[in-house]
């Protein structure tokens, strides 16, 4: 897999961990007074899930932690841009001269395999012709 897949699939592993963690946090989060008007929030009862919440943020955001230090990892990989915009503008320009020059060479192949097919087609007509120009009427 080249690396522009590879930082496209860590981007995605990123943001589901990411959307995960926020939605695990929201969950799990306790109840809150919104103000003194209203009245206390029920308190939860401790259960034997409270360690496993007050653990799961911390496995959550090592998580992403090394989601994104894998796609910097990946970033310092790419290959850098040696000669600024010109050097690419250059590049670019030779690329689209190279490929317009097989776009007519093949533009050309295929022409002539055209006039060689349109060519065997007459020969098959005139080969069928032929063989039932032979049989003998019963």
Do not use: H
Request: proline letters at 7%.
């Amino acid at each position: 897999m080249d690396i522009i897949s590879q930082l496209q699939e860590l981007v995605n592993t990123i943001a589901a961990l990411a959307f995960n963690t926020f939605g695990t946090l929201q969950r799990d989060a306790p109840p809150v007074r919104l103000s003194p008007n209203y009245p206390e929030p029920p308190v939860a009862n401790p259960s034997e899930d409270a360690a496993n919440v007050a653990e799961q943020p911390k496995l959550m955001s090592a998580a992403l932690v090394k989601a994104a230090k894998q796609f910097d990892a990946l970033v310092a990989a790419l290959p850098s841009s040696e000669g600024g915009e010109e050097a690419q503008l250059k590049r670019i320009a030779e690329l689209q001269a190279e490929n317009d020059a097989v776009g007519q060479e093949l533009q050309r192949q295929l022409e002539a395999a055209d006039e060689e097919l349109k060519q065997v087609q007459e020969l098959f007509s005139q080969a069928a012709d032929n063989c039932l120009n032979l049989k003998k009427p019963e």
